[in-house]
């Protein structure tokens, strides 16, 4: 995501969310706002996992819904935008009736939704766009969602990487921050740490670090 404006200046509402979506030429040329492929750390972290119930907070296209649903996942797919839900819906219809009947998706603003205690197997959320303790307080009703025996995963980009636009004017948090606020009796924090990968920045290929936090909820 890229722009000009300070978050000061930006309010990541519904109509914020929608106009993005319904401005974006696509990186795809086909509309899209997004690649229309699941995020890679969400693929790193979650392929090992047993398909079970998952919630996708903060789902935009679909496209990490769909890639669990594909892997056998009852996915809960979450986000503010309508027309990013719409968009979202189409493709996992496009992806065919048994990826879309395991898929629901709920538009609820991430900045106040409490999803409730101990409802899924996998709790994903990527690459969030709040204010600090907003995103603070997102990251602990998430972590409450998890089932025992269920993962936690945040994924975000690195606070200290100056690739990540957004990230850099503290609207993100590291791993160790995020692990530092789980109760370490109830969860075992598996991966915590900034994970590089490679992607095209102003035509020239460059490495940026995600934010990966996995922990798993005892049981």
Do not use: K
Not at 90 to 119: C, F, K, N, Q
Not at 128 to 150: D, H, I, K, N, T
Not at 180 to 206: H, I, K, N
């Amino acid at each position: 995501m890229s722009h000009t404006h300070s978050h000061d200046e930006i309010e990541f509402t519904q109509e914020y969310w929608d106009d993005r979506y319904g401005t974006a030429g696509g990186m795809d040329g086909a509309g899209q706002l997004w690649s229309g492929q699941p995020n890679a750390q969400l693929v790193a972290q979650a392929a090992d996992l047993a398909p079970g119930t998952a919630l996708d907070a903060g789902c935009g296209e679909g496209a990490d819904a769909i890639w669990l649903a594909r892997r056998g996942w009852t996915v809960t797919a979450v986000d503010v935008s309508a027309v990013a839900l719409e968009r979202a819906a189409d493709a996992a219809a496009a992806a065919g009736d048994e990826v879309a009947r395991l898929i629901t998706w709920r538009r609820a603003d991430l900045s106040s939704w409490d999803p409730g205690p101990a409802r899924y197997d996998l709790v994903a959320a990527q690459y969030m766009y709040l204010p600090l303790a907003e995103l603070e307080a997102l990251q602990s009703r998430l972590a409450a969602a998890v089932r025992p025996g269920g993962t936690l995963l945040v994924v975000g980009h690195h606070p200290g990487d100056m690739h990540a636009t957004v990230s850099q004017a503290g609207l993100a948090r590291t791993a160790e921050e995020i692990a530092a606020s789980l109760d370490r009796d109830e969860w075992e924090v598996t991966v915590a740490d900034g994970v590089g990968r490679s992607v095209e920045w102003e035509g020239q290929p460059v490495t940026v670090r995600d934010t990966v936090l996995r922990a798993a909820r005892r049981r």
